[in-house]
């Protein structure tokens, strides 16, 4: 059933009832003319952190500030109508304590108006989720592949390979639902570490390059629509090449201006109508 079809936004409670239903379909969005456009599509738009890289051509997401956030967050939530709006907490917004983690929480969801907030982290930072839930902040969790944890990994590598490290992401998705996350995004885990974590788990997971057993998958819109080419991971299907359109377009609008064929004169004011049918 598509969204638009339901009249209303997607709710938390929503989400978390869909563990083992219909697949739950997440989109990133950073702007509002890309909400209206992603809108009837998904059950979740979530606004990540990974527009640091996307929009602002940082290196990595750690650059990303709450401020930000909040901006992007609160346009998406203006674009929109039928999805469920998450925004994404950014890097030193809520590791230090519980305590900073539900001021800075707290106000994203009332500057945005967003249905809540997705933070990194497993075992560790499970008081922080079971604090924020318990005063109403609704958490989405992200175990695996945590970016704003690049430097410790060494780089995007992918998790799970040992025995160890896959006992260790299963611990941290436990550990993220039992706080009382109402789902978790599953990121960079090998397919076996990653179906053991769905069926282990009473809520939803959310797949981005982990496994096709989990409850619903999410990918940056930029990747799928063929518009941010610096790296294609492998976990991406590019399902257009909106870039290559825009750019073959950039130069046709280029080549019209400097052969003076744009603007015509039916593209000006006040010039008559003859002259325009002429």
Do not use: W
Request: glycine content about 12%.
């Amino acid at each position: 059933m598509s969204v638009a079809s339901r009249g209303q936004r997607v709710t938390v409670p929503e989400l978390r009832d869909r563990k083992g239903g219909e697949p739950i379909v997440v989109l990133t969005a950073y702007t509002a003319p890309q909400a209206k456009i992603l809108d009837p599509h998904v059950d979740v738009l979530l606004v990540g952190d990974s527009l640091g890289m996307v929009v602002y051509g940082l290196e990595s997401t750690l650059g990303v500030t709450l401020e930000t956030m909040i901006a992007h967050g609160a346009a998406v939530r203006r674009g929109s109508e039928h999805a469920c709006v998450i925004v994404d907490m950014p890097f030193a917004s809520y590791q230090e304590s519980p305590a900073q983690a539900y001021r800075n929480a707290a106000r994203t969801m009332a500057d945005t108006g967003c249905a809540g907030v997705k933070l990194e982290g497993g075992v560790e930072m499970a008081p922080t989720i079971e604090f924020l839930v318990k005063r109403s902040i609704p958490v989405m969790g992200h175990v695996g592949l945590m970016p704003q944890s690049v430097h410790a990994y060494g780089g995007f590598r992918v998790q799970g390979r040992g025995e160890e490290d896959g006992r260790a992401i299963v611990e941290d998705a436990r550990a993220v639902a039992d706080a009382g996350a109402f789902s978790m995004v599953v990121e960079g885990v090998i397919e076996p570490v990653a179906g053991e974590i769905t069926d282990l788990v009473p809520v939803p997971t959310i797949g981005i390059g982990a496994s096709p057993r989990c409850d619903g998958q999410v990918l940056v819109t930029e990747d799928l629509a063929g518009l941010f080419s610096d790296f294609t991971p492998r976990f991406v299907r590019r399902y257009a090449d909106l870039g290559s359109a825009l750019g073959d377009a950039a130069a046709a609008y280029a080549q019209d201006v400097r052969t003076r064929r744009f603007p015509g004169s039916e593209h000006c004011f006040g010039v008559p109508k003859r002259a325009r049918l002429a």
